[in-house]
C-alpha cells in the first residue's frame, strides 16, 4: 500500500531563515504528489502538485518542491519565512492505479516562524 | 472561485445522539470527500463518493454512513455518536481527474460530551 511520511511534527525557523519541510512516499510508480496548507481554523488549501510534467514545481507564496524519483522524496522548500507561513503543511499522494482519485496523507508539519 | 461549505463550524453533541454533517459544493464536481483530521494523524479517508448514490468505503467508516442524493450535496452520519467520534471533519470534492487539487471546506470541530 502506498504511503505518505512527513519528517518531524514540528518545525521552527526564524523569520527569513530557509523552510525545508520534508516528504516521502512509498510507491513502486511515481504518484502525483501534492502539497496542502491549512491555516489556523481553516480547511486545506493546495499550495502545489507534481503530476510527472517538470521536477521542480513552483506554488503559491513563494514556495516550491521538487521531484526526486532515485530518494522517492518530494520535500518543500522556501528561500526566506514570513511570519505569515505559520501553518500546519500536509504531503499527499495520489495513487496512480487507484481509479477513484483518493489521496493519501502525511500526518502534516506544523511550521512555527520565529519573529 | 471554487467553493466548499459546511453547514457547521463548530457542533457539541451528546452520546448516542444522531448527528449529521453537511456539505455542500458549487463546482459540478464528481468527486466528494469526508476525512477526519485528528493531531498527529493527518487527515483519513471516511468516505467517497464518484457519484450520484453511489458510495466507497474509505480506511475509517466504521460508525459512519453517508448519502448523496444530489451531485452538490455529501452528507456524513453518526448514527449514534461516541465520545471517540470527537474531531475535525473536513469535506472536500474534485472531478475525476487523477490530476485534479481535492477543494476543502473549512471543516466542522465536533465535540461529543
Known amino acids: 500500500a502506498q504511503s505518505v511520511t512527513q519528517l518531524g511534527s514540528h518545525v521552527s525557523v526564524s523569520e527569513g531563515a530557509l523552510v525545508l519541510l520534508r516528504c516521502n512516499y512509498s510507491s513502486s510508480v511515481p504518484p502525483y504528489l501534492f502539497w496542502y496548507v491549512q491555516y489556523p481554523n481553516q480547511g486545506l488549501q493546495l499550495l502545489l502538485k507534481?503530476?510527472?510534467?517538470?521536477?521542480l514545481v513552483k506554488g503559491i507564496n513563494g514556495f516550491e518542491a521538487e521531484f526526486k524519483k532515485s530518494e522517492t522524496s518530494f520535500h518543500l522548500t522556501k528561500p526566506s519565512a514570513h511570519m505569515s507561513d505559520a501553518a500546519e503543511y500536509f504531503c499527499a499522494v495520489s495513487p496512480l492505479m487507484d481509479s477513484s482519485y483518493k489521496l493519501i496523507f502525511g500526518s502534516g508539519t506544523r511550521l512555527l516562524v520565529r519573529p | 472561485d471554487v467553493k466548499v461549505t459546511q453547514s457547521s463550524r463548530y457542533l457539541v453533541k451528546r452520546t448516542g445522539e444522531k448527528v449529521f454533517l453537511e456539505c455542500v459544493q458549487d463546482?459540478?464536481?464528481?468527486?466528494m470527500f469526508w476525512y477526519r483530521q485528528d493531531p498527529g494523524l493527518g487527515l483519513r479517508l471516511i468516505y467517497f463518493?464518484?457519484?450520484?448514490?453511489?458510495?466507497e468505503k474509505g480506511d475509517i467508516p466504521e460508525g459512519y454512513s453517508v448519502s448523496r442524493e444530489k451531485k452538490e450535496r455529501f452528507s456524513l452520519i453518526l448514527e449514534s455518536a461516541s465520545t471517540n467520534q470527537t474531531s475535525m471533519y473536513l469535506c472536500?470534492?474534485?472531478?475525476?481527474?487523477?490530476?485534479?487539487?481535492?477543494?476543502f471546506g473549512p471543516g466542522t470541530r465536533l465535540t461529543v460530551l
Open positions: 463518493s464518484y457519484d450520484v448514490k453511489m458510495k
Open positions: 472536500a470534492s474534485s472531478t475525476d481527474s487523477s490530476t485534479d487539487t481535492q477543494y
Open positions: 507534481y503530476t510527472s510534467a517538470a521536477t
Open positions: 463546482m459540478d464536481h464528481e468527486n
